[in-house]
C-alpha cells in the first residue's frame, strides 16, 4: 500500500494514507469560508453497479454515523483506487428519496400499484411456510430465484442446493451464454481473461474500452498498454467512444464478424505465420475431421495443409464483400496480430456474440485467433477465466440436488449455456409448468429483457404464478407486479465475496454494509442483524436467505436448517461473521498469513482493507504438472489421464500436465461435442448468417426471400406484420452507455443528469437518402410491434444499420409513483384487443419536492424511449441466446404518433418463439443425456438427473 503512495509521489495523494483511515480529518466544504473540521471514518465495500467489482471506500461521518462520500479504494488490485462516474453515484442511491426502505406487500389486485408495509416476520413466515409446504408435496420445481445481477460468487447455489431444488435462473442468456459457450467449447472455461496491460496488439470486438465487461479495470489496463505502444484495434459498426481510441477502427455490417476473424486467420495459415509448435502440443488437432480429411494417423504437417484448405474460402475479399471492411484493412489486422504472437490480447462479450444468430461461433473464431498465435495463457494474451478468479469456499456444503427443472434447461437447447431464461413467459404460457413461488432479485424483465409484455401477461397471472417477491435496492417495473417488494442493500448495505478475471492475478473482494461495521467499531454496539443499520429495513439477502431457511424448515426435520445453523452455538442461525470468518481463515491462501503480520484475524483484514490479492502463478496453467496424489488411481488412455471416468490431464513431451479444461484437456478447434450433439456443420469455427446480416437483409427487402435473393438456410426468418412498412436495415440495439447498467443505477440523480436520451442513430447518407434529419420522428417497425423515437445524424455508423443504446426508457404508470422520477416517464399502457398492448408516454420527467432540494431542479423531460418492449425472443437454437439485434422497417413517424410510443402484439411474439424453436435439435444426446457433462451448468444437479426419463 505504502508503495501505491509513494508511486503516487509527494505529498499530493489521492486518497488518506492507511494509517489514518479510523480518523481522517478534513474540513467541510459545504461551510466554507468557515473552518469546520469534520471527522471520518473510512471503510471499504465493493460497488455493485457492473459486474467489475471495483473496490469503493467510503467516508463515514464520526458525528451523524452516515456516508458523507464514496471514493475508489486503492488497496483494490482491480481498480486501484479509480471508479467511473457509478460507483461514487452509490451516494445518490443512498440517499435517494425514492427508496423502498421497509418491506411491502400489495393492498390490491396484482399490477395495482397499492401497498402496504408489512414487517420482515410476516414476509419470513408467508413464505417460509409456502416453500416448506411445496418442498413436503414434491412440489420443489415450483420455487425458482430468478437472478439479474448476483454480485457474489456460489451463495445462492449453495442456499438452493440446501433447499434440495433446481430452482436457480439467471439473466445470462440475454447478456453472454454465446460468448460464454464459444469460450467453453474451446478451452472449458467460459469467460476470456485478457492480459491487456502487457500486450502488445490488443483486438476489441464492441465497445469494451468505454463501456464493456469489467469496464474500468480492463480501461486503465488497455490505456496503460497504449501509452506502452501497444495498438488497439476495434470491429464495432458504431464510433463509440472505444473506436474513437483505438488506432484502427474495422466497422462492418453487422452479423459479418466472424467472417473477418477467419479471413485473418486464414492469412495467417497461408502465410506460415502462425505458432506451429503451440498448435502442435496444445490444440486438439488429432481429432480433426473435415471437407474427408481425418487427421488421426496423420502428421501435424498434413493437418496444417487440410486446415489451410479448409480457411482457403475464407479470404479477406470474401469477408470485405459480406461486411464492407476492405480487404486491405483486414490483411494488415491479420499482420499486426501475426506481429503480436504472444502478446496479442482480446474480448468480444456482448457485442456481435450477443446481437447475432450464431453469434457463439464469432468468438470461437476469434479464439483461433489466439491459438495461431500461442497467446492462449501467455503473459500479454488470453487466458482462461479461472486462472485469474479465486473462489473461496463456506464450511458446509449441501449436495447436488436430485431434481433437473426443464423450465430452466429445455430439451429443445440441451447445449445452451444458461438457463433460457428469457423464455420463461412462452414456457409457462405453453402449460410446461407453473411457478408457486417466483423470487426475483435486482431482476427487472419487464424492461431489461425483450418481449416484456409477455412478461407483464404471466406476471400478473396467478395461475402461473402463485406469490411473486421482488427483493430489490430500487423500484421496477417488475416490481410493480410483484406480491412482495422486499427491499435489498445497496453496495455498501450487504455482505458478498466478489471475484472477478479483471487482469492477470487472482484477487477476493469484500462487499459490506459499512454503517453496521461503524457502529460496531466505533460504538461498540452489538448488533444482532444489517437491517438495524440500514435505511429504514433495508435487509441483506445473506442474513435473509438464513432466517428464512430456518423458517421452511424450523426444527431441522427436513435436513435443511443443519446448512444455516452455526457451528460455534449450535441451535442458533449462522451468523455473517461466522461464515465469511470460517472462509478467509480457511480457504483463501496467503489470507491468514497478511492478516497475522498486522495483527487481524482474517475476517478483520478483509473489513479494513476490502480486498486480498493471491500469490501464486497465473500464467500458462495449462503447462502445471500433475502432482503424485493426482496421478494416483489415472489411467492413460493415450495421451489423456482419466480418473473416474473424467479426463484430469494430459501427457505433452512426455509430461503428465493439467492442460485445459476440455474432454481432451487440449483446446478444441475441432469440437466433437457438436458432431455428438447433431451439429456437426459446426465442429470447427465457421461464419453462420445471421438473421440481420446482409443474406437477410437482401431477402427480406424481397419480402421474405426470392429465387434471387433466397434466405439463408437454416436462418430464422423474418415474417413482418402487415402494418410495418418503410426502410430495412439491421438495429443495433445493446451497446451500453458508460453512466448507466440497466436497472440498477436508479435513483442515481447524477448519472441520469448526465445520459438521458436515446436517440436511433442513423448514418448521414441513409438520413439523406429518406430525406430525415435529426430530431425527426420515426417509427421503427420489428416483427412484433413498433416504437416512435427521435433520430440522431450521424457520421459514426455503417450505412444500412441504425443504433439505439438500451440503457434509456424507463417508464411508471403514474405520476406520483416513486419509480425513478429523475428517469422515467409516465405513462398510460392499454390493450386494444386481447393480445395487443401500447404505451404512450403522458407526461416526462419534471421537479418535485422532496427531501432532496435537486429533485426540485430537473430541468430534462425526455428520458428515452423502451424499445425492448418491441423485440421478440429470439433464442439460438445452439447457445439459447437472445439474439438481440433486429431487422426493422424504418419510416418517418406518422400523423398522430408521438414520441416513446410502444405498439406490440404478444401473439405475434410467441409465434416468432414458435419459429426459432423449430430450428432446435433436442436432447437427448449420447447415453440419453439431457446435456453433455461435462457442459457447466449453475447450481450442478447429481449425474443421474442428467439421463432424461425413458431414454
Ligand atoms: S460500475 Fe463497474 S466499472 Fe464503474 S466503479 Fe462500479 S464496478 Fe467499477
Known amino acids: 500500500m505504502q508503495e501505491e503512495f509513494k508511486r503516487q509521489g509527494s505529498h499530493l495523494q489521492s486518497c488518506p494514507p492507511l494509517e489514518r483511515w479510523d480518523d481522517w480529518a478534513e474540513n467541510d466544504a459545504q461551510a466554507w469560508p468557515r473552518r469546520l473540521e469534520r471527522h471520518y471514518r473510512l471503510l471499504p465495500t465493493l460497488c455493485f453497479s457492473c459486474e467489475a467489482g471495483c473496490g469503493l471506500l467510503t467516508y463515514i461521518d464520526k458525528q451523524s454515523g452516515e456516508i458523507s462520500r464514496v471514493e475508489g479504494n486503492p488497496l483494490h488490485p482491480g481498480n486501484r483506487g479509480r471508479v467511473c462516474a457509478k460507483g461514487p453515484a452509490l451516494l445518490n ?5 425514492d427508496r423502498i426502505l421497509y418491506p411491502l406487500r400489495r393492498d390490491g389486485p396484482r ?19 409456502r416453500i416448506r409446504t411445496a418442498l413436503q408435496e414434491g412440489r420443489g420445481g415450483e420455487v425458482m430465484y430468478h437472478v439479474g445481477r448476483p454480485g457474489h460468487d456460489g451463495y445462492m447455489e449453495r442456499v438452493l442446493q440446501a433447499w434440495g431444488i433446481d430452482g436457480h435462473n439467471s439473466h445470462t ?23 491487456y496491460a502487457n500486450a502488445s496488439c490488443i483486438l476489441l470486438i464492441s465497445a469494451h474500452l468505454e463501456a464493456g465487461h469489467y469496464f474500468n479495470p480492463h480501461a486503465q489496463r488497455i490505456m496503460e498498454a497504449k501509452m506502452a505502444g501497444a495498438k488497439l484495434i476495434v470491429i464495432d459498426p458504431r464510433l463509440s467512444n472505444t473506436a474513437s481510441m483505438a488506432d484502427t477502427w474495422l466497422s462492418p455490417y453487422p452479423g459479418t464478424e466472424a467472417a473477418i ?10 502465410s506460415g505465420r502462425f505458432d506451429a509448435p503451440f498448435m502442435r502440443d496444445w490444440v486438439n488437432w488429432q481429432d480433426y475431421e473435415a471437407d474427408g480429411f481425418v487427421a488421426k494417423g496423420k502428421s501435424f504437417d498434413e493437418f496444417i495443409a487440410a486446415l489451410v484448405r479448409h480457411y482457403e474460402r475464407y479470404t479477406p475479399e470474401f469477408a470485405e464483400e459480406l461486411s464492407g471492411v476492405p480487404a ?14 504472444g502478446r496479442f490480447s482480446s474480448h468480444i462479450w456482448r457485442a456481435a456474440a450477443a446481437g447475432n444468430y450464431g453469434g457463439w461461433q464469432t468468438a470461437r473464431a476469434l479464439v483461433l485467433l489466439h491459438a495461431l498465435t500461442g497467446s492462449v495463457g501467455a503473459q500479454g494474451g488470453l487466458s482462461p477465466n479461472t486462472w485469474d478468479k479465486f473462489v473461496p469456499q463456506p464450511a458446509k456444503v449441501p449436495p447436488p440436488q436430485r431434481q433437473w427443472n426443464e423450465l430452466l434447461y429445455p430439451p429443445e437447447w440441451p447445449l445452451s449455456h444458461h438457463e433460457l431464461s428469457q423464455l420463461l413467459p412462452h414456457f409457462l404460457k405453453e402449460g410446461r409448468g407453473r411457478l408457486d413461488t417466483y423470487f426475483t432479485r435486482v431482476f427487472n424483465p419487464v424492461w431489461t429483457y425483450p418481449d416484456g409484455f ?10 402461473l404464478i402463485g406469490l411473486h417477491a421482488a427483493l430489490t435496492p430500487v423500484w421496477s417495473e417488475t416490481a410493480a407486479f410483484a406480491d412482495y417488494v422486499l427491499p435489498m442493500g445497496l453496495a455498501c448495505e450487504r455482505h458478498d465475496v466478489q471475484s472477478q478475471e479483471t487482469h492477470a492475478t487472482r484477487w477476493i473482494g469484500f462487499r459490506q454494509p459499512v454503517t453496521r461495521v461503524f457502529r460496531e467499531l466505533e460504538r461498540a454496539e452489538l448488533v444482532r442483524f444489517t437491517y438495524e443499520t440500514n435505511p429504514g429495513e433495508v435487509w441483506e439477502e445473506d442474513e435473509f436467505w438464513t432466517a428464512l431457511s430456518w423458517r421452511i424448515d424450523p426444527d431441522g426435520s427436513m435436513g435443511i436448517r443443519q446448512w444455516f445453523e452455526s457451528e460455534a452455538h449450535p441451535g442458533t442461525p449462522l451468523s455473517v461473521d461466522e461464515y465469511y470468518g470460517y472462509m478467509f481463515s480457511s480457504s483463501v491462501p496467503g489470507l491468514p498469513e497478511a492478516a497475522a503480520a498486522r495483527s487481524l484475524s482474517p475476517l478483520e483484514y478483509m473489513r479494513r482493507f476490502g480486498a486480498f490479492e493471491l500469490p501464486g502463478d497465473v500464467y500458462s496453467l495449462n503447462q502445471r504438472a500433475l502432482v503424485a496424489a493426482e496421478l494416483e488411481g489415472a489411467v492413460a488412455c493415450g495421451d489423456l489421464l482419466t480418473k473416474g471416468g473424467s479426463s484430469i490431464g494430459v501427457v505433452v513431451k512426455g509430461r503428465p500436465v493439467a492442460g485445459y479444461d476440455t474432454p481432451s484437456r487440449k483446446l478444441e478447434l475441432y469440437s466433437p461435442t457438436l458432431c455428438d450433439w447433431e451439429w456437426p456443420e459446426m465442429a470447427l469455427p465457421e461464419y453462420v448468417p445471421s438473421h440481420v446480416g446482409p443474406e437477410a437483409l437482401a431477402a427480406t427487402a424481397y419480402d421474405g426471400g426470392t429465387d434471387e435473393h433466397p434466405w439463408p438456410a437454416g436462418t430464422p426468418r423474418v415474417v413482418w406484420p402487415p402494418h410495418a412498412t418503410g426502410e430495412v436495415m439491421a438495429l443495433v440495439p445493446i451497446y451500453r452507455l458508460p453512466t448507466l447498467i440497466h ?3 436508479d435513483n442515481a440523480k447524477w448519472l441520469f443528469e448526465i445520459s438521458h436520451r436515446n436517440p436511433l442513430l442513423m448514418s448521414a447518407p441513409d438520413a439523406a437518402r429518406l430525406g430525415l434529419a435529426t430530431g425527426d420522428l420515426v417509427r421503427v417497425h420489428t416483427e412484433i410491434g413498433w416504437y416512435v423515437i427521435a433520430l440522431w445524424v450521424t457520421e459514426g455508423l455503417r450505412p444500412g444499420v441504425v443504433a439505439c443504446s438500451h440503457h434509456l426508457g424507463r417508464w411508471r404508470r403514474e405520476r406520483d409513483e416513486p419509480l425513478e422520477r429523475w428517469a422515467s416517464s409516465v405513462v398510460e399502457v392499454s390493450q386494444p384487443a386481447p393480445g395487443q398492448w401500447a404505451l404512450r408516454v403522458k407526461e416526462g420527467a419534471r421537479p418535485w419536492a422532496s427531501s432532496d432540494p435537486d429533485s426540485s431542479r430537473i430541468w430534462w423531460t425526455d428520458t428515452g424511449v423502451h424499445q425492448n418492449l418491441t423485440f421478440p425472443v429470439h433464442p439460438d437454437p445452439v447457445s439459447g441466446m437472445q439474439c438481440w439485434h433486429q431487422l426493422v422497417k424504418v419510416q418517418r413517424a406518422l400523423v398522430g404518433d408521438h414520441y416513446g410510443d410502444v405498439f406490440v402484439d404478444t401473439a405475434a411474439a410467441h409465434q416468432v418463439y414458435q419459429r426459432w424453436k423449430g ?16 457442459f457447466a451448468r449453475v447450481a450442478r444437479p447429481v449425474p443421474e438427473a442428467y439421463v432424461m426419463p425413458h431414454s
Do not use: F, H, K
Request: net charge positive; with cysteine; charged share 25%.
Open 93 to 97: 442511491q443512498i440517499r435517494s428519496p
Open 111 to 129: 399490477g395495482s400499484n397499492r401497498w402496504r408495509r408489512v414487517t420482515w416476520d410476516e414476509v419470513l413466515e408467508t413464505l417460509g411456510s
Open 173 to 195: 442468456n440475454i447478456c453472454s451464454a454465446s460468448a460464454r459457450l464459444g469460450y467453453a467449447l474451446w478451452q472449458g472455461a467460459d469467460r476470456p481473461s485478457p492480459d
Open 261 to 270: 476473424l477467419l479471413a485473418m486467420a486464414s492469412v495467417l495459415l497461408r
Open 328 to 341: 486491405s484493412a483486414i490483411r494488415q489486422t491479420a499482420s499486426d496480430i501475426a506481429a503480436a504472437g
Open 454 to 463: 409477455s412478461w407483464l401477461e404471466v406476471l400478473r397471472d396467478e395461475d
Open 743 to 745: 436497472t440498477r443505477n
Open 919 to 934: 430450428l432446435c435439435r433436442p436432447a437427448p444426446g449420447p447415453g440419453g443425456l439431457r446435456r453433455p457433462i461435462w
